[in-house]
């Protein structure tokens, strides 16, 4: 008996970490990405705006891009080892503040799971 209890438990635990497996829409998440394109580029090669370039962000390590000027908060956890992982992707759109307490980006989060889901389908593609 104790053993399914942990077997449940464990799983409840796993499946409130991770968002909830989606079908992934890039198309959708560029859409999505046209609130972000008052800050951010996303071209190749691309200037940084008032945020950092995005091309190629899934996967970098955080404030990694040359010659943008990141919070001090931001270059600290990218010290610490942070990156741009699909998770750490959801959970820094959700909500910034909520990874990067004293980070400079002036964005509320994208509540919605399925744009945040296809935002990140769609920057995934951008490499």
Same mark, same amino acid.
Request: hydrophobic share 40%.
């Given at each position: 008996?104790?053993?399914?209890? =942990? =077997?449940?438990?464990?799983?409840?635990?796993?499946?409130?970490?991770?968002?909830?497996? *989606?079908? *992934?829409?890039?198309?959708?998440?560029?859409?999505?990405?046209?609130?972000?394109?008052?800050?951010h580029?996303?071209?190749? %090669?691309?200037?940084n705006?008032?945020?950092?370039?995005?091309?190629? $962000? $899934?996967?970098?390590?955080?404030?990694?891009? !040359?010659?943008?000027?990141?919070?001090?908060?931001?270059?600290?956890?990218? !010290?610490?080892?942070?990156?741009?992982?699909? !998770?750490?992707?959801?959970?820094? =759109?959700?909500?910034?503040?909520?990874? $990067?307490?004293?980070?400079?980006?002036?964005?509320? %989060?994208?509540?919605?799971?399925?744009?945040?889901?296809d935002?990140?389908?769609?920057?995934?593609?951008?490499?």
């Amino acid at each position: 008996m104790s053993h399914r209890l =942990l =077997l449940a438990a464990a799983a409840a635990l796993t499946l409130g970490a991770i968002p909830a497996a *989606q079908a *992934q829409d890039a198309a959708a998440g560029q859409r999505v990405f046209n609130q972000c394109r008052a800050c951010h580029t996303i071209d190749a %090669g691309g200037r940084n705006g008032v945020g950092p370039n995005l091309h190629g $962000v $899934v996967g970098r390590r955080a404030a990694s891009i !040359e010659g943008f000027r990141y919070s001090a908060n931001m270059r600290q956890l990218a !010290e610490g080892g942070l990156t741009w992982t699909d !998770e750490n992707l959801h959970r820094y =759109l959700t909500n910034p503040k909520d990874l $990067v307490p004293q980070g400079s980006m002036a964005f509320a %989060g994208i509540r919605n799971d399925q744009q945040r889901a296809d935002l990140i389908a769609y920057l995934t593609a951008q490499r």
